[in-house]
């Protein structure tokens, strides 16, 4: 049976890219790492991709914000990879900024193992948060040169212009080394807030467009702010304590899951 990974593997967004664990752990047996944009092409029927139309397999999926609402293009993948394989979900979540969060998906019966990065009241499922919480780089040292900087998705700018400024295309050392030599981030990216809690950052959210599920269901919750009020809501942000050795506990933990499963089959 063939096992395949998949996430959305694109560079230009750093958190998605980093968020595979192919990146952290090894794996005893032959597997396929397939971009998650390309199975999406593949079961929308465009030409030359009829090969990712992927059944009766083993598909690891996550992370990323990959649970959404039904019919959106992101959560049609999802649907029809669990209808047609037996899945493991590995640190996916939560996102949409209009819509109900479709978790039904997680309960279906090809969803061998399920660890989902949200915490919300009322669904039944195991927190399992990001696992770019393995990445080596959080274990380097780098001096804090500034009290206060701005990290921004490239789709959701900050209109914060007086502040060191980094965006989430950017390279994964450039990234790290940003948050670290900072006391607060401001960030409109999830992994920007993610980062921060791991490193004992005080951190807060920009956003005049409404709270994304992403940030609504973190284990850790954080305020909101706007060009408007951002200096008067960082004198009040806190940090979290402790998150990165327990994120890496939950992943190793989940891991040895995995291999397990696979060992059985």
Same mark, same amino acid.
């Given at each position: 049976?063939?096992? #395949?990974? @998949?996430?959305?593997?694109?560079?230009?967004?750093?958190?998605?890219?980093?968020?595979?664990?192919?990146?952290?752990?090894?794996?005893?047996?032959?597997?396929?790492?397939?971009?998650?944009?390309?199975?999406?092409? &593949?079961? @929308?029927?465009?030409?030359?991709?009829?090969?990712?139309?992927?059944?009766?397999?083993?598909?690891?999926?996550?992370?990323?914000?990959?649970? =959404?609402?039904?019919?959106?293009?992101?959560?049609?993948?999802? *649907?029809?990879? =669990?209808?047609?394989?037996?899945?493991?979900?590995?640190?996916?979540?939560?996102?949409?900024? =209009?819509? #109900?969060? !479709?978790?039904?998906?997680?309960?279906?019966?090809?969803?061998?193992?399920?660890?989902?990065?949200? #915490?919300?009241? &009322?669904?039944?499922?195991?927190?399992?948060?990001?696992?770019?919480?393995?990445?080596?780089?959080?274990?380097?040292?780098?001096?804090? @040169?500034?009290?206060? &900087?701005?990290?921004?998705?490239? !789709?959701?700018?900050?209109?914060?212009?007086?502040?060191?400024?980094?965006?989430?295309?950017?390279?994964?050392?450039?990234?790290?080394?940003?948050?670290?030599?900072?006391?607060?981030?401001? $960030?409109? =990216?999830?992994?920007?807030?993610?980062?921060?809690?791991?490193?004992?950052?005080?951190?807060?959210?920009? $956003?005049? @467009? &409404?709270?994304?599920?992403?940030?609504?269901?973190?284990?850790?919750?954080?305020?909101?702010?706007?060009?408007?009020?951002?200096?008067?809501?960082?004198?009040?942000?806190?940090?979290?304590?402790?998150?990165?050795?327990?994120?890496?506990?939950?992943? *190793? *933990?989940?891991?040895?899951?995995?291999?397990?499963?696979?060992?059985?089959?």
């Amino acid at each position: 049976m063939r096992i #395949i990974f @998949t996430n959305v593997n694109f560079p230009g967004n750093v958190g998605d890219f980093w968020s595979s664990p192919l990146k952290y752990y090894k794996f005893p047996f032959k597997y396929e790492h397939i971009h998650l944009l390309d199975i999406h092409r &593949g079961i @929308t029927n465009v030409g030359g991709y009829d090969r990712f139309k992927i059944k009766d397999s083993i598909i690891i999926i996550g992370g990323g914000g990959l649970l =959404t609402y039904k019919n959106n293009y992101v959560q049609n993948v999802i *649907d029809y990879l =669990t209808k047609n394989n037996q899945v493991i979900l590995w640190s996916i979540g939560s996102n949409t900024t =209009t819509d #109900i969060v !479709d978790y039904s998906i997680v309960g279906h019966d090809n969803v061998k193992l399920a660890g989902i990065r949200d #915490i919300v009241y &009322g669904e039944k499922f195991d927190y399992l948060p990001c696992v770019s919480c393995k990445h080596t780089l959080f274990d380097n040292d780098v001096e804090v @040169t500034d009290d206060v &900087g701005v990290y921004e998705h490239i !789709d959701l700018p900050i209109n914060i212009d007086n502040l060191p400024k980094l965006k989430n295309s950017a390279k994964i050392d450039d990234v790290f080394n940003f948050i670290k030599s900072k006391n607060t981030i401001i $960030t409109s =990216t999830f992994h920007g807030v993610y980062w921060s809690q791991l490193l004992n950052k005080k951190v807060i959210y920009y $956003t005049n @467009t &409404g709270l994304n599920s992403k940030f609504v269901n973190l284990k850790h919750r954080i305020d909101t702010c706007d060009e408007n009020n951002y200096l008067e809501k960082i004198q009040d942000v806190s940090y979290v304590e402790g998150m990165l050795l327990e994120s890496r506990k939950i992943n *190793d *933990d989940f891991y040895q899951k995995v291999l397990k499963f696979i060992k059985n089959l």
